[in-house]
């Protein structure tokens, strides 16, 4: 039987809190195991910025909030087979969506930046600017889901997904099969 | 004494009193029938649609409809399985279901549905996303109806039990919500002793007690480690016990 390449793999974080790969790290001693069975190409856990090359599988925590993560995910979408988006805020936006509906306004990213550089009281802001460096990436109307934008092949819902959550769905997803996960194991909190 | 009509529920025979609808007769026999909008102490209303079986072939609302003398009811089907999944998407797509902030998490029926049915997959349906108030004017009681999935469940509690109907319909369609009678929850007469306040009446995070806050910690929850449905599952012991029961009444 010819010797299978190590499957590799590509992390990205985008509208979301690093929480899903705080998790990841959660596997604790299993991550031994995992390196036995991987090798991670592009991801913030090695800090390698761009795919070296194809990818078998790609984990996407967060959703899309701005024109960068939208670059991001669709960089994935074209360099992994299988794409994965972990987490609430990929899955449905999780907090970060609470900008387009919650605040039930009329212009919910002006009022979103008013909060956070004009009208907060825990603010020192003196210039009264909203930064507009155009070295910034653009923030989108609205909060996307993964799926918003690119197909997606599994979700992993959570808030964050357990260490064993994302352990029992890497192992299957390495095995080529669909992750089956017993009840416990899928949560959406 | 009433004679018991006996039918089948995917092939089991089951008894049921005279009156009795599918959903009574199930639960009894320790079948769980998925349900979002029937809950028991309230009149059925049979909207929610997540209790559809089918019987003799015909789909229906297993909370209404009475059950009757040899009849066939499906229920535990993929067919069944996917249409309850597609009807509990759709509330997850059509409200602002935030779980991870939503004081009710683990304890919400409508999660608890989700994970019962196994819903975690990529859908087709989008994120409606609509704006909708919270109403914090109470003392004791917040409703975020961000989470309202409009099952009526506070809305037969306040009227059938409290005699208070403090809650209703407004609207139709997609924009039929639940209100309030007064300008606000304060201008009602709610009280947090209302059947309609309690916990278990609203099944998501809607109508929240203040001061309850995550009351119970991750893990000690009602579906942490057990599926909703669970607790009638667990009857079917006391079925057969009850089985006997009814022979006994047919001597
Ligand atoms: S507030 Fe709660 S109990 Fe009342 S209709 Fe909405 S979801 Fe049902
Ligand atoms: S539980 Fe029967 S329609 Fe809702």
């Known amino acids: 039987m010819a010797e299978q390449h190590k499957k590799r793999i590509a992390t990205a974080s985008l509208a979301g809190c690093f929480g899903c ?7 604790d001693e299993r991550i031994l195991d995992l390196i036995e069975l991987v090798e991670f190409d592009r991801s913030p856990l090695n800090d390698l910025k761009r795919f070296t090359r194809r990818c078998d599988i790609g984990l996407i925590e967060g959703g899309c909030c701005n024109e960068e993560n ?21 899955v449905m936006g999780g907090l970060p969506v609470m900008r387009n509906a919650i605040m039930h306004s009329d212009d919910p990213l002006k009022e979103c930046f008013d909060e956070a550089y004009i009208d907060s009281p825990y603010l020192y802001n003196p210039s009264h600017q909203i930064p507009n460096d155009p070295a910034l990436p653009l923030i989108l109307d609205k909060v ?6 690119v197909r997606v092949d599994y979700q992993i819902p959570g808030c964050p997904p357990s260490g064993d959550t994302l352990w029992q769905t890497l192992v299957a997803l390495i095995n080529n099969r669909p992750a089956d996960l017993p009840y416990e194991l899928i949560k959406y909190d | 004494m009433n004679t018991p009509i006996r039918f089948q529920i995917d092939g089991v025979e089951v008894l049921a009193e005279p009156g009795q609808s599918i959903m009574q007769a199930a639960d009894a026999a320790g079948i769980y029938i998925p349900r979002l909008c029937d809950v028991e102490g309230l009149e059925p209303q049979g909207s929610c649609r997540v209790c559809t079986v089918k019987v003799n072939g015909r789909t229906a609302a297993a909370c209404t409809q009475p059950a009757a003398a040899d009849i066939e009811v499906e229920n535990d089907t993929l067919e069944l399985t996917n249409y309850r999944r597609d009807l509990v998407r759709m509330l997850f797509h059509e409200g602002n279901h935030l779980c991870p902030i939503c004081e009710a998490s683990g304890r919400c029926e409508l999660q608890a549905m989700g994970y019962r049915l196994g819903i975690s997959q990529p859908t087709k349906y989008p994120y409606l996303q609509p704006a909708r108030p919270v109403d914090a004017s109470h003392p ?3 409703l975020d109806t961000n989470r309202c999935i409009r099952c009526g469940r506070c809305i037969r509690a306040s009227r059938d039990i ?18 309030v009678n007064g300008d606000n929850l304060l201008a009602t007469d709610a009280s947090i002793d209302d059947c309609a306040i309690a916990l278990e009446t609203c099944p998501v995070g809607c109508i929240i007690q203040k001061g309850m806050g995550f009351y119970k910690p991750i893990g000690e929850r009602s579906f942490d480690h057990q599926p909703i449905g669970s607790n009638i599952e667990g009857n079917r012991s006391g079925a057969a016990h009850r089985e006997e029961t009814w022979r006994q009444g047919e001597e």
């Open chain 1, 21 to 27: 790969h705080m998790s990841l790290l959660d596997i």
């Open chain 1, 70 to 90: 939208v670059h991001t995910l669709r960089d994935f979408r074209s360099n992994c087979d299988v794409l994965v988006a972990i987490g609430q805020c990929a």
């Open chain 1, 144 to 149: 996307y889901t993964c799926v918003d934008v």
């Open chain 2, 140 to 142: 004791d009681i917040v």
């Open chain 2, 162 to 179: 409290d005699g208070k109907s403090v809650f209703g319909y407004v609207g139709r369609g997609i924009d039929k919500k639940v209100g």
